[in-house]
């Protein structure tokens, strides 16, 4: 079972909502990840966290604001999104940012914006 | 050139046949190197890491050819559960994680 959650498992909004997409890990690691996952494309590292500092910030658009309160917990808050933001969003962790090659994916948050 | 590039697929093979598949890489300062596994609609899961001296885990075989930059997963004996997109991973050494598109494998009964 992933020590990783994430929430909503599915998402829906329209292009002038505001909604925020959480992470939770229970692993005890130091390092978080956000990532876009696009139909037949690679995974899209967005940003980075270590010790609720930010390491990484892939040239993502404004419209996606993380936040990391603590290093348990990621927020990615979502607003005037286009329909090309539509992907499945998965969030990691691992041990330390030396370690990220071992990275425990949660289930990811399926986002359609309308 | 892609940083991390793998053929797609999908490939489908029957039970019990031997599969392989391939990534090459384009950074030559690559420095780690894994395979994930992606069941369908499910997250990303490590499943081995790649060494020059190849690494075999059960029926799974993975190697390096940093001479030539890639890498290669063989299964043996494919069952039904290998069924999932495979997926290639670089580190190119503190965060800079690549990861390839990935392989899809449909194994039929």
């Known amino acids: 079972e992933t020590g990783v959650t994430q929430t909503p498992r599915h998402l829906v909004m329209g292009m002038t909502n505001k909604k925020s997409l959480k992470c939770e890990q229970h692993?005890?690691?130091?390092?978080m990840y956000w990532y876009k996952q696009s139909a037949k494309k690679p995974l899209e590292l967005m940003f980075v966290?270590?010790?609720?500092?930010?390491?990484e910030n892939n040239s993502v658009p404004s419209r996606f604001s993380p936040e990391c309160p603590n290093s348990s917990h990621l927020f990615l808050h979502l607003h005037t999104l286009q329909p090309e933001d539509s992907a499945l969003y998965l969030c990691?962790?691992?041990?330390?940012?030396?370690?990220?090659?071992?990275?425990?994916f949660g289930p990811g948050t399926r986002l359609t914006v309308t | 050139r892609k940083e991390v590039e793998q053929d797609p697929g999908p490939f489908n093979v029957p039970e019990g046949a031997t599969v392989a598949f391939n990534c090459t890489y384009s950074?030559?300062?690559?420095?780690?190197f894994f395979w994930y596994r992606q069941d369908c609609r499910k997250e990303p899961k490590l499943l081995m890491s790649?060494?020059?001296s190849g690494n075999e885990d059960g029926r799974f075989t993975a190697q390096l050819n940093r001479a030539s930059q890639y890498i290669s997963l063989l299964i043996r004996d494919s069952k039904l559960s290998d069924s999932a997109t495979y997926l290639c991973?670089?580190?190119?050494?503190?965060?800079?994680?690549?990861f390839g598109a990935g392989t899809r494998l449909f194994v039929k009964a």
């Open positions: 966290y270590s010790l609720e500092e930010r390491v």
């Open positions: 990691a962790s691992s041990p330390t940012l030396a370690d990220s090659y071992e990275q425990y």
């Open positions: 991973v670089v580190t190119l050494g503190g965060f800079k994680t690549i």
């Open positions: 950074n030559s300062a690559s420095q780690s």
């Open positions: 692993l005890g690691h130091n390092a």
């Open positions: 790649v060494y020059s």
